[in-house]
């Protein structure tokens, strides 16, 4: 029997966006995603599970239009606030589930997501990279942030406990040079996949160009390019 990923729920997504990073392991993977994404100042970017918008408000400042995808409404709310904070008040907002956005075709330049596709099945991400390549133009670029285990043995689906204690009683540490702040007791499942598994994935899909790194322990940047012509 196939086991779904359990989804976000509202209640649980208020403390869940900082479920993963310290401040220092969050601007070091915002830095890796920036120069891979590339942002130009006439761009239309989208993204993918925004949260509170660790990429969405940086970027909205770089773009000509912002599309900010996050369906929990707690965290678009969350995000709304922030933009409003910082002066970024034009951000679209799409409370609908990831993998039932629908875009035109080509009408955007740029796609990104962070730390958001772990909540899906591995055939939801497949299927939504090669939505993203039929969103994008000539040459838009799509840029994922995800946990990626770096040992192909160790990607699948995994269950966890936030702020209660591992098997040894100690603390539980994130895999990810951060740390995980106590905020629930909520056990959630994710389908982690690797960084080869998001590269075919791309290359099925139909982008011409392709890279992945690993910036922090287990969490990998990939990202694509379209083709130009």
Not at 127 to 144: C, F, K, N, S, T
Not at 196 to 204: G, I, P, T
Request: charged share 25%; hydrophobic share 40%; net charge positive.
């Amino acid at each position: 029997m196939t086991m779904r990923a359990e989804p976000m729920t509202d209640a649980l997504a208020g403390q869940w966006h900082h479920h993963l990073l310290s401040a220092s392991a969050s601007a070091a993977l915002s830095a890796e995603v920036w120069l891979r994404a590339a942002p130009r100042s006439q761009d239309r970017c989208i993204d993918l599970g925004a949260g509170v918008g660790m990429l969405t408000v940086p970027l909205s400042r770089e773009v000509a239009e912002m599309v900010a995808v996050e369906p929990s409404k707690a965290l678009a709310a969350r995000l709304a606030a922030r933009a409003r904070e910082h002066g970024a008040s034009e951000i679209r907002m799409e409370t609908v589930p990831i993998t039932e956005l629908v875009m035109p075709r080509q009408s955007c330049d740029l796609v990104v997501s962070g730390l958001a596709l772990h909540h899906c099945e591995n055939a939801e991400k497949r299927a939504l990279v090669a939505r993203a390549l039929r969103w994008l133009r000539p040459g838009g670029r799509l840029v994922i942030a995800d946990l990626m285990p770096e040992r192909k043995g160790s990607a699948g689906r995994r269950g966890f406990r936030l702020g209660g204690p591992d098997s040894s009683g100690r603390g539980r540490l994130d895999r990810s040079a951060g740390r995980f702040i106590p905020s629930t007791l909520h056990a959630l499942r994710e389908t982690t996949a690797t960084g080869s598994f998001w590269a075919e994935a791309f290359e099925d899909a139909g982008f011409k160009t392709m890279g992945h790194r690993q910036p922090l322990p287990g969490i990998g940047v990939v990202w694509g390019t379209a083709d130009p012509n």
